[in-house]
């Protein structure tokens, strides 16, 4: 059997009412992205930044090893960094 190589999953990590956050949900649509969610408050956002990723500027995107962008997303950037 073959193995599928598949897209590393996304994370977003957003915080209510954020006006960032609604612009990166935007840009990810635009280009296709699906992102799993997640909210600065959750435990799991604490463990994300003990592992070293800045949470200071929401929204973040991550790749689980790498931060793509944070704060206002670059849909022009984002193309170009992931090929798209």
């Known amino acids: ?15 209510p009412d954020c006006h960032l956050c609604a612009h990166a949900r935007t840009v990810l649509n635009a ?3 699906a992102a799993r969610e997640l909210d600065i408050s959750h435990p799991e956002a604490a463990v994300i930044a003990a592992r070293g990723v800045p949470l200071a500027f929401l929204p973040v995107l991550t790749d689980g090893e790498r931060v793509l962008a944070y704060g206002r997303l670059s849909e022009r950037r984002l193309r170009k960094d992931l090929g798209r």
Do not use: D
């Open 1 to 15: 059997m073959i193995g599928v190589i598949s897209e590393p999953e996304l994370l977003l990590i957003t915080a």
């Open 31 to 33: 280009l296709g992205l």
